[in-house]
Every structure is written in C-alpha cells, then in structure tokens.
C-alpha cells in the first residue's frame, strides 16, 4: 500500500461550523504534513509531525487544529474559518522528518470551500 | 532560506518535441532538489530528485533533469512530449532547519500544455 488517503473529498461549511478533515497512511511513514494550497499557487506547508509530534507550525492561525493520534492518522480539525481558508488541503506523508533525500508522498486532498 | 524560482507561468509544447520546464534555486550549502507532477484535482506526485552524483538525474515516465551547479538550475526535460504530459510542473527544495526536520519547499508552478 504506497497511498495517503484523504477524506472527505470535498467539504462545504460555514463560518460557524466545525469540520475535521482526516489523513491515513499505511506505510510505516514516521513524518507527516499537512499544506494548503490555493488555486494555481504552489502548496504551502502547515504542520510537520514527526514520530507523532508536532514539529513545525508554520505559524497557522489558532482555527486550524492539528492531531496526530497515532502514526497512520493525521487530523485537521477546523473551527471558525473565514472564506479566505477556502483552499485544497493536502495531507503528505515521508519514510522520516530528517533525510534529505525523503520523498513526500502526497494524498488527493480536500477541497474547501467554506462559505 | 532555501528557494526555488520557476521563471514560466506556461509552457506550451508540440506533441513529440523535446520539453524543458525551467528552475533555479538559491539554498546556504548544499541544494536537495525535487520534481513534482501535479494533475487536475490530484494531490503531487514525485518525478525525481538530485541529492548528489551524477548531474543528469533520470526519473519516471520518462523525464530527467539536469542539475548545473555554476548556473544554479535544476531544469526539467522529456526528449518526447505527450498530451498525457500536460500538467503542473512544481520544482521544490529542501529546507533544512535548525530543528532537523527538513521540509520541502515549492516553487510556483509551471503550467504544461502538449499540443497534438
């Protein structure tokens, strides 16, 4: 199994609402990410967990909650958006945090689009 | 911090000619350089990478890249475009922080259109 799976595919809410978006990888990967990408812009990362601790926080507003409760699941819980978080939401994943020549494996995403 | 600068918003290509889609970096110390394909409403996917070696780095369906070090580029080519080929071309770069964790991060994108 070499997927990261992502659901749900597409996710409308509003602004008073709160959503989790959902990350699974099964294989044996000990970093996870999660980006956000705009459209027709380059993915700009998030969240780094590393051996299921969060290692980067890119400085991501406090709507934005992530959670790593085991090392094939990442979550994104969301709360409070605005419209400008409208976005796909990619979740990655990479053997480890460190080795300069991991490569990410990247799962379909979510697209949001928050009302 | 380490950077990756694609220079083409577009790139647009006959079916059966040679490609290039271009990037330069600019990275304190040694550069780690990746290329990632992305189709419509998919998320990324690897096509290869220079770590070190060989200056031409051979990866899947059939692209390779040629690192320079004294133009500091890491440009992307296929000798034989598809239409399949048409996507967006994201060029990325290692950033190695202090904490050890080493994020990658993406240039803007290029736009490839292969034309029948």
């Known amino acids: 199994d070499t997927e990261v799976t992502q659901t749900p595919k597409h996710l409308v809410m509003g602004m008073t609402n709160k959503k989790s978006l959902k990350c699974e990888q099964h294989?044996?990967?000990?970093?996870m990410y999660w980006y956000k990408q705009k459209a027709k812009k380059p993915p700009e990362l998030m969240f780094v967990?590393?051996?299921?601790?969060?290692?980067i926080n890119e400085s991501v507003p406090s709507r934005f909650s992530p959670e790593c409760p085991n090392s094939s699941l990442l979550n994104l819980h969301l709360h409070a958006l605005q419209p400008e978080d409208s976005a796909l939401y990619l979740c990655?994943?990479?053997?480890?945090?460190?080795?300069?020549?991991?490569?990410?494996?990247f799962g379909s995403g979510t697209q949001l689009s928050v009302l | 911090a380490q950077s990756v600068a694609q220079p083409e918003d577009q790139v647009n290509v006959a079916e059966g000619n040679p490609l290039t889609v271009k990037c330069t970096y600019s990275?304190?110390?040694?550069?780690?350089l990746f290329w990632y394909v992305q189709y419509p409403n998919r998320g990324l996917q690897f096509l290869l990478k220079?770590?070190?070696?060989?200056?031409l780095v051979k990866g899947s369906y059939g692209f390779e890249a040629e690192f320079n070090k004294s133009q500091t580029s890491f440009h992307l080519k296929k000798p034989s475009a598809l239409v399949s080929d048409s996507a967006l071309y994201f060029c990325?770069?290692?950033?190695?922080?202090?904490?050890?964790?080493?994020?990658?991060?993406f240039g803007k994108g290029t736009r490839l259109s292969v034309i029948a």
């Open positions: 990655a994943s990479s053997l480890q945090p460190t080795g300069v020549g991991e490569k990410l494996f």
């Open positions: 294989m044996g990967h000990r970093a």
């Open positions: 967990y590393s051996y299921e601790k969060l290692s």
């Open positions: 990275v304190s110390g040694n550069p780690y």
């Open positions: 220079y770590i070190t070696g060989d200056n």
């Open positions: 990325a770069v290692r950033d190695l922080r202090g904490s050890g964790n080493t994020p990658l991060v």
